[in-house]
């Protein structure tokens, strides 16, 4: 069980679509704008991962064609966020929106964010530690991922919205999207290297 918390923190704290845009959000509109979204991405990734470990997602994935086009449609995703990220030279490589999104927006990011997929499938399909209650298992492992996933959230929106009423330097600001980019792209490796 340990080595499945330890797995859903580092796949968690890695900025993904998600996370960045609820920093966005908070960079923009302040903490309290971002709580309808994140609401929006939790109720979305709990509908991610019933995909998940229902088999819906698996049945649509044994086509080996859709499954390979899929995955790098991902990866590639997942690159073109890093490079967008790492080539916003002096501003934070967040993407405010022109008006704070809420709970719907927030919902349907889940559907099209790659990470949520690839985060679902190595929890759920790995880290067994109750192999003769796997029902149970699944329960717990729904438990302890929301009370990280919470956490994390709330941390990236606040980091958002402290980022957004600070006057950083040039400098800092580059560090910053260079960081974001590089874990980006690690979690783009991670997703591409597990099925190969």
């Given at each position: 069980?340990?080595?499945f ?21 908070g ?27 229902s ?21 590639g ?27 719907r ?15 679902s ?30 956490p ?45």
């Amino acid at each position: 069980m340990l080595e499945f918390v330890v797995a859903v923190f580092f796949l968690l704290i890695t900025p993904g679509p998600g996370v960045l845009t609820t920093a966005g959000i908070g960079s923009a509109f302040g903490f309290r704008a971002g709580l309808a979204f994140m609401a929006g991405l939790m109720v979305g990734g709990f509908i991610n991962m019933m995909l998940v470990i229902s088999g819906v997602a698996a049945a649509a994935l044994a086509v080996p064609l859709l499954r390979t086009v899929l995955l790098f449609a991902s990866v590639g995703y997942l690159l073109f966020l890093a490079w967008r990220i790492a080539s916003a030279g002096s501003k934070v490589g967040f993407s405010p929106a022109a008006a704070p999104l809420g709970f719907r927006n927030g919902l349907m990011l889940q559907f099209i964010n790659p990470k949520a997929y690839v985060v679902s499938t190595a929890l759920f399909s790995g880290f067994a530690f109750l192999p003769e209650a796997p029902l149970w298992e699944v329960i717990l492992k729904l438990i302890l991922f929301n009370m990280i996933w919470v956490p994390v959230h709330l941390i990236w929106l606040g980091m958002g919205a402290k980022l957004g009423s600070l006057d950083l330097s040039e400098k800092t600001h580059r560090a910053i999207n260079f960081a974001m980019a590089f874990c980006l792209g690690v979690v783009a490796l991670v997703a591409l290297v597990s099925v190969l």
